[in-house]
């Protein structure tokens, strides 16, 4: 990645889809540190979080990123009591809106300790994306009452780096 530039913010999103726990467990007991060491000084900021797999998004999940140029990542904390009623409305509001949006390539919804879920969608374009946003979010948040499930909702649209694909 090139430098920063004065005023700009530069973020990049590493996403590893790990076969099992147990692969994941033997990585960060193996090699992990090796790995992490030679990286020392290319980043400024670091935040890691394990999401298990709850569903998919459309259709079977695939970590594939050949058929999509971009990503819409959302991190959510829901509230403690509207965890069930925010996974629901996500199963049956947001996935069939997503997955009957032209452009929508697949995705994936996991889970991770304290209320904290992501949501991955894998669109062909951000054109594609942004049609879906114009189109159907303000609708879709009313329908699924997702103000009164999410304490905290952050998130970005990422341009995929060919380049980057392992």
């Known amino acids: ?17 790990w076969e099992s726990r147990a692969f994941y467990d033997s990585f960060m007991a193996r090699s992990h540190d090796r790995l992490a060491s030679g990286q020392s000084g ?10 298990d797999y709850r569903f998919d998004v459309k ?5 594939r990123f050949t058929d999509a140029d971009v990503v ?11 965890v069930e009623h925010y996974a ?9 809106a997503m997955a009957g949006s032209p452009g ?3 995705g994936v919804f996991g889970e991770a300790p304290g ?16 049609k879906y946003r114009r189109e159907r979010v303000e609708r879709l948040l009313l329908r699924a009452q997702t103000e009164a499930d999410v304490a905290a909702l952050a ?3 990422v341009q995929l780096e060919p380049s980057w694909t392992v």
């Open 1 to 17: 990645m090139s430098s920063l530039n004065k005023g700009v913010r530069r973020v990049a999103h590493v996403f590893a889809f």
């Open 59 to 63: 259709t079977g999940f695939e970590p």
């Open 88 to 96: 629901l409305m996500q199963e049956k509001v947001w996935n069939p």
């Open 115 to 130: 209320s904290e879920f992501l949501v991955m969608s894998m669109w062909q374009s951000a054109a594609e994306h942004g």
């Open 42 to 51: 290319t980043y400024k900021d670091i935040q890691v979080k394990l999401f």
């Open 104 to 106: 929508m390539v697949r």
């Open 155 to 157: 998130g970005d649209v």
């Open 72 to 82: 819409r990542v959302a991190h959510c904390r829901v509230h403690q009591d509207r």
